[in-house]
């Protein structure tokens, strides 16, 4: 059995936007995501000058920030409920390895702020707060 936390997702290939967890809590996560020349939403986006798209590196986000509501765990899910003040600074192209925060602002009910980034080679490409809500176990 994969006790890693990706299996604790419910999304799989190609919507798995997560390529490893680092540490996980109650409060705060990092992931990774590896671009890869060979990714299905880059043939499209843009032919010849290929970037990863803004919505896909929120969905990555939201992704980690669901791990850590959870803590890992696929006791219950979570989905976004909020994309607040998100800022994109740069682009991600093939080749880029993200390196994804999340941390836990403030929480209300099954609701959960979280303050996310994106980083790529130190530098922040996205950054913003996304609000989740937590469905079934745990509130």
Do not use: W
């Not at 967890?21 to 290929?50: C, M, W, Y």
């Not at 979570?78 to 800022?87: E, H, L, N, P, S």
């Not at 925060?101 to 980083?119: C, K, P, Q, W």
């Amino acid at each position: 059995m994969d006790n890693s936390p990706l299996t604790s997702l419910p999304h799989a290939y190609p919507f798995r936007l997560l390529d490893r967890v680092g540490a996980i809590s109650a409060e705060r996560g990092t992931a990774i995501k590896n671009v890869s020349a060979n990714e299905a939403f880059l043939q499209g986006h843009f032919p010849g000058d290929p970037v990863m798209p803004g919505v896909l590196i929120i969905e990555a986000m939201a992704q980690l920030a669901g791990l850590v509501m959870n803590n890992g765990a696929r006791e219950c899910g979570a989905y976004v409920a909020q994309v607040k003040d998100m800022r994109f600074r740069k682009t991600v192209a093939p080749g880029d390895s993200i390196v994804l925060s999340a941390e836990i602002g403030s929480r209300f009910g099954s609701l959960a702020s979280f303050t996310v980034s994106a980083n790529v080679d130190g530098v922040v490409i996205a950054a913003g707060e996304i609000v989740m809500a937590q469905t079934g176990g745990k509130e």
